[in-house]
């Protein structure tokens, strides 16, 4: 199974400021027809997880612009400019490239 | 609008099976698969396997094969997950989502807390 690794805290961040979130695949996530299975969600507080990003670098529709993604074949970073309070919650990364679909543990947003 | 609507929490026996719903409404039901995921208590989320109502395709994580059983009803849009011989560390939130266009999980039900207690 491809292994999807996270921090479980991201660093501290002030309201209003950027905020950076690490994943990293146990396997490259580029596919031979140039798409990168990954994909970001955020659960926030009591709520289901929700799609941010879809295959690596596109934004779920609806999700502010304030998101964004990037990364190679196995290391990945979500980006959140001008944090707002609503954007708490837990950010999972996972894979839909090859079956079993795994997540990663989770990176809890710190606000300061 | 597109949604997934689960079935209520269970309180179950050890040993006991339970069985939960996830209908789909605002959307051509046969058109995407649905995905189920397991979350434990405040962790992180296992996927469980897929069902596709389109060709009744089904595809289920190694670990979940012999507990986990999919079926569906296409004339009420519902697929139903069959957990089987519960114990305790079936306890947990389980959801159903919709695997859309771009192969994401872009529609998730509100999950089915699932408890094994005596």
């Known amino acids: 199974d491809i292994v999807m690794t996270q921090a479980a805290f991201s660093n501290p961040v002030t309201l209003g400021t950027s905020a950076s979130i690490s994943c990293r695949s146990s396997?490259?996530?580029?596919?031979?027809?140039?798409?990168?299975?990954l994909y970001w969600y955020l659960q926030k507080p009591g709520q289901s997880p929700q799609l941010l990003i879809y295959q690596m670098s596109n934004l779920a529709s609806g999700v502010p612009d304030r998101f964004s993604s990037s990364g190679s074949g196995t290391d990945f970073t979500l980006r959140i400019s001008r944090v707002e309070a609503e954007d708490v919650g837990v950010y999972y990364c996972?894979?839909?490239?090859?079956?079993?679909?795994?997540f990663g543990s989770g990176t809890k947003l710190e606000i300061k | 609008q597109v949604q997934l609507q689960q079935s209520g929490a269970e309180l179950v026996k050890p040993g006991a099976s339970v069985k939960m719903s996830c209908k789909a409404f605002?959307?051509?039901?046969?058109?995407?698969?649905i995905e189920w995921m397991k979350q434990n208590h405040g962790k992180s989320l296992e996927w469980i396997g897929n069902f596709h109502p389109y060709n009744d395709d089904t595809k289920y994580n190694e670990k979940f094969k012999g507990k986990a059983k999919l079926t569906v009803e296409k004339s009420s849009s519902t697929v139903y997950l069959e957990l089987s011989r519960l114990t305790s560390d079936d306890s947990a939130v389980y959801y159903c989502?919709?695997?859309?266009?771009?192969?994401?999980?872009?529609?998730w039900g509100q999950g089915t807390s699932v408890t094994v207690s005596s």
């Open positions: 996972a894979q839909n490239l090859e079956l079993p679909f795994t």
């Open positions: 605002g959307y051509t039901f046969t058109t995407y698969p």
């Open positions: 989502a919709r695997g859309g266009v771009v192969d994401a999980m872009d529609y």
């Open positions: 396997k490259s996530l580029l596919h031979s027809n140039g798409i990168t299975y």
